[in-house]
T-cell receptor, first 116, second 114 residues
Framework: GAVVSQHPSRVICKSGTSVKIECRSL??????MFWYRQFPKQSLMLMAT?????????EQGVEKDKFLINHASLTLSTLTVTSAHPEDSSFYIC????????????FGSGTQLSVL | AQSVTQPDIHITVSEGASLELRCNYS??????LFWYVQSPGQGLQLLLK??????LVQGIKGFEAEFKRSQSSFNLRKPSVHWSDAAEYFC????????????FGTGTRLTIIP
């Protein structure tokens, strides 16, 4: 089946630094990808919709200047957490939409971000 | 706006016992409904989904779910749980074909006791 690779799986960084998370669709083209974040013991909250070749669409309350999304190719979307702070520590998960037949939405394995 | 409620935060069942996880949704039209499972530190794995047709859907790992429009529910069931089923389970709703943005419930943590 279709696979979505998310990297890194875990990252620890110092406060004030930037962290980039990659989401790749390995065997299908994904013009649309989604980024979610999940706080401990809470549900996944959609942050933004990433569209290949155009600007991302952010959900209400998500700072677009802090969470930079780039979807420069049909198989790769990146989320950059800029000037990270401890409150940005969270589990980030991407999903990629396969507009071909069959199963449509595939999730990455997530990235645990810890900001010290 | 669509929403999902999972009333049970944590459920504990004995291995071999039956399981039912509750999910209620709110959406103005016929929703697309999903159940996902998440193991600790992992991403999400789709168990099953409902788009249309037969309201009883079969999924992987022996799970099934029944869509009941009159009750706005999509409860997940398994006749006999295994220790490996211990995980977090999320119900989700999408706004219909072409709207793949999912709204998730808060999840139900399943603990299996021997």
């Amino acid at each position: 089946g279709a696979v979505v690779s998310q990297h890194p799986s875990r990252v620890i960084c110092k406060s004030g630094t930037s962290v980039k998370i990659e989401c790749r669709s390995l065997d299908f083209q994904a013009t649309t990808m989604f980024w979610y974040r999940q706080f401990p013991k809470q549900s996944l909250m959609l942050m933004a919709t990433s569209n290949e070749g155009s600007k991302a669409t952010y959900e209400q309350g998500v700072e677009k200047d802090k969470f930079l999304i780039n979807h420069a190719s049909l198989t790769l979307s990146t989320l950059t957490v800029t000037s990270a702070h401890p409150e940005d520590s969270s589990f980030y998960i991407c999903s990629a939409l396969n507009r071909g037949g069959g199963e449509k939405l595939f999730f990455g394995s997530g990235t645990q971000l810890s900001v010290l | 706006a669509q929403s999902v409620t999972q009333p049970d935060i944590h459920i504990t069942v004995s291995e071999g016992a039956s399981l039912e996880l509750r999910c209620n949704y709110s959406y103005g039209a016929t929703p697309y409904l999903f159940w996902y499972v998440q193991s600790p530190g992992q991403g999400l794995q789709l168990l099953l989904k409902y788009f249309s047709g037969d309201t009883l859907v079969q999924g992987i790992k022996g799970f099934e779910a029944e869509f009941k429009r009159s009750q706005s529910s999509f409860n997940l069931r398994k006749p006999s749980v295994h220790w490996s089923d211990a995980a977090e389970y999320f119900c989700a709703v999408a706004g219909g074909f072409g709207n793949e943005k999912l709204t998730f419930g808060t999840g139900t943590r399943l603990t299996i006791i021997p």
